[in-house]
């Protein structure tokens, strides 16, 4: 970790800096950032068991629990902070092992993460450990792993192949499939374990491939211009469903798509010929652009395979809808003005359970519907807790939920009530009792838009106590914050951090800004949003308004923070209302859109588009730095991924060069979603000693109502 001397110097004289009392306990960010959050929820195939992963303070674990005690038990034991993530959770067949992935993908220059800085450097690689409490061994070097249906191989990928390795043998080596143009992806066996089929993604466009292992070949399905993608087999392994989207001509992202002129489709393939017909196509308008849903698989089949489930927005909002195999008309499955999320097949593929926010707009909760439409859906959860990612066995519903007060953690549904497993875990001291409840607030943007924002007032506050205030953006921009704790790791903690600026005095709102999500597709593809425009900047404007006319808020003292999209807006801010905004804590921020589109789209060539690549810098916040007056903190790791290094570099230049305070902190080998507990704990508490100096010590001449 490296530090500014002028940061180091303001850490010693923090303790200068006034502190706003409260007869209520303050709690530390070590306090309320080191409960464990739990994530990653899955089912074992047969049988009544889940698997989870627990990250606390750093330490990432496999838990597992099964029926009908349902006591967790924790399977592995790593015990550092070391910046090791664990994905690709998944059962074997016969539910006694359970795989995963432990390390990270490399970046451009083909480092993996390592901000632990560990002496030789660290690997990606897929392990396997006994539920059991067995010891994990490694399978192999490499991601992406997908079990045959006898448990008997293992399919993965490394450096864009796809690769086949025995499971059972302590010295098998893995065999490369055959060599591949592009990436592979999406690896899914057939019910059979006699083909594989994956995604071969190439520049502008992708196809649909199927291993066979009897024939020792490769056959492509039907290929095209397009980017075919999602594939999933059909109950008896003879067809091959997968959804089919136009290629993007076009280099511009982070501007608003609404439609498309060539809508996408779902076609279903013979595998043995590798023939495919079109069995829907969307409608031109809403849902032309295909939508995802957070689940394993895009499509569903029924159990008998005559019906085909997919995600569409065809009314502007993300359903499910049912088509015949046969074709025609689709069957909207969950109507309603609201977004489903997280989808899963229960084992018999006859329902399906997902998550979505039905009637509670800034929350999620847990439903459960027929893949046949032959029923309306059913609420399993409602109330002020925040429910998702279901997991569905033999006989039981378990799923990860939340609350204002307590984070992330596994629930089960016995009998329409929501119990926790045991959480041997929770530290003694986690603060849940000195955190606030949030309250919905509704802003109105100037053109009249909408914005939903949750507000966190500080415990105990005395009548005609002004307060120093913080606006929280979350980043994405296709995020949405929540009336509770977040089911994301990165906004778990910002939600955190709201309580503990809370806590410490500040009234503190979360704004969900235009181009999130949870609106509908209207409100996320908001017309001239990001690049396109910035028009999400109405928002901040409305949020500053409405904490500065708030009678508990000193109007003087009012910052921005946020991280990613939430730190482009903070730099927003900054830069365009440095009169409204007296600072702000930017992590890892956009501040120029032509050098952050390359970074996703490398042929993005800004001569090329002159008039959008103008506009795009208009949307930025370096186009409005002469006005930038307000004092700064940039946090940043320069292993970042997601937004470019150089971004700090700049912006910390040109305000330096004009005079402006910056500050920094700065992580060496850190990427974008700090890996490093300690690192989220020094970002906060950095941002913490920030906003006291700079807010706290510039206290109106009284800080009461008069």
Request: charged share 20%; glycine share 10%.
């Amino acid at each position: 970790m490296t530090i500014t001397r002028s940061l180091s110097i303001a850490a010693a004289l923090a303790c200068a800096a006034p502190r706003l009392a409260h007869s209520q306990q303050q709690f530390t960010l070590e306090q309320v950032l080191g409960a464990p959050f739990a994530s990653d929820l899955v089912a074992a195939h047969r049988g009544s068991s889940v698997a989870w992963i627990v990250n606390q303070r750093g330490a990432r674990n496999v838990w597992v629990a099964a029926g009908p005690a349902w006591q967790p038990r924790q399977v592995t034991r790593y015990q550092d902070d070391d910046g090791q993530e664990i994905e690709g959770l998944t059962f074997t067949p016969d539910g006694r092992s359970v795989v995963y992935v432990r390390g990270g993908p490399p970046n451009g220059s083909g480092d993996r993460p390592n901000p632990a800085l560990i002496r030789g450097g660290m690997d990606q690689a897929i392990w396997i450990v006994s539920v059991d409490q067995g010891t994990p061994r490694k399978i192999a070097d490499g991601s992406s792993p997908e079990l045959s249906p006898s448990g008997d191989s293992l399919a993965f990928t490394r450096g864009g192949q796809v690769w086949i390795i025995r499971v059972a043998g302590d010295n098998e080596k893995p065999a490369e499939l055959t060599k591949l143009r592009g990436g592979s992806s999406n690896l899914r066996w057939s019910p059979d374990g006699k083909r594989l089929a994956f995604v071969s993604n190439r520049d502008r466009h992708s196809f649909v491939g199927v291993w066979d292992f009897a024939a020792n070949a490769l056959r492509y399905i039907d290929p095209s211009t397009d980017q075919d993608g999602a594939p999933v087999w059909s109950p008896d392994g003879k067809s091959l469903a997968f959804t089919r989207t136009a290629s993007r001509v076009s280099d511009l992202i982070f501007v608003p798509e609404r439609e498309s002129p060539i809508p996408w489709s779902i076609r279903v393939a013979d595998a043995s010929t590798g023939t495919s017909r079109e069995v829907w196509r969307a409608k031109p308008g809403k849902g032309s652009v295909f939508r995802e849903i957070v689940a394993v698989d895009q499509l569903f089949w029924s159990p008998n395979a005559d019906r085909i489930v997919f995600p569409w927005e065809a009314d502007g909002w993300t359903h499910l809808y049912s088509v015949a195999l046969a074709g025609g008309a689709p069957a909207l499955l969950t109507p309603g003005g609201f977004e489903v999320e997280h989808v899963t097949a229960t084992p018999d593929g006859r329902s399906l359970v997902y998550s979505s926010n039905e009637g509670d707009i800034d929350r999620r909760h847990i439903w459960r519907v027929a893949v046949d439409g032959s029923s309306k859906p059913s609420a399993l959860t409602s109330g002020k807790g925040v429910e998702w990612s279901p997991a569905v066995t033999s006989d039981a519903t378990l799923l990860l939920r939340s609350d204002a007060r307590l984070p992330a953690r596994v629930a089960r549904l016995d009998g329409g009530t929501l119990r926790d497993l045991e959480n041997s875990a929770m530290p003694k001291d986690f603060p849940a009792a000195a955190l606030v409840e949030p309250t919905q607030v509704m802003l109105r943007a100037a053109d009249g838009t909408p914005v939903h924002a949750q507000l966190f007032l500080p415990p105990n506050a005395k009548p005609g106590e002004r307060h120093p205030a913080a606006i929280f953006f979350h980043g994405g921009s296709r995020r949405q914050m929540l009336l509770g704790w977040h089911y994301m790791y990165y906004y778990s903690n910002a939600y955190g951090m709201n309580q503990y600026l809370a806590n410490h005095g500040y009234a503190v709102l979360s704004v969900n800004y235009r181009s999130g999500i949870g609106y509908g597709l209207d409100f996320r593809e908001a017309l001239e949003y990001g690049a396109a425009g910035a028009s999400e900047y109405q928002d901040v404007v409305a949020a500053g308004k409405y904490m500065r006319a708030r009678a508990d808020v000193d109007p003087a003292r009012v910052a921005l923070w946020g991280g990613s999209y939430g730190g482009y807006l903070t730099a927003m801010g900054l830069a365009r209302n440095s009169d409204m905004f007296a600072a702000g804590v930017d992590l890892h921020g956009v501040h120029d859109w032509n050098s952050e589109i390359p970074n996703f789209v490398p042929a993005y060539d800004s001569l090329h588009y002159a008039k959008e690549s103008a506009l795009a810098y208009r949307s930025s916040p370096i186009s409005a730095i002469s006005g930038w007056r307000s004092p700064v903190l940039l946090i940043h790791g320069d292993d970042d991924r997601n937004v470019p290094f150089t971004e700090s570099i700049t912006i910390a230049y040109e305000l330096r060069k004009r005079g402006v305070a910056v500050e920094e902190l700065i992580f060496p080998d850190e990427v974008h979603d700090f890996l490093l507990w300690r690192n989220w704990v020094s970002a906060y508490r950095a941002a913490d000693d920030f906003l006291g100096r700079r807010l706290k010590t510039r206290a109106t001449a009284s800080n009461t109502v008069p």
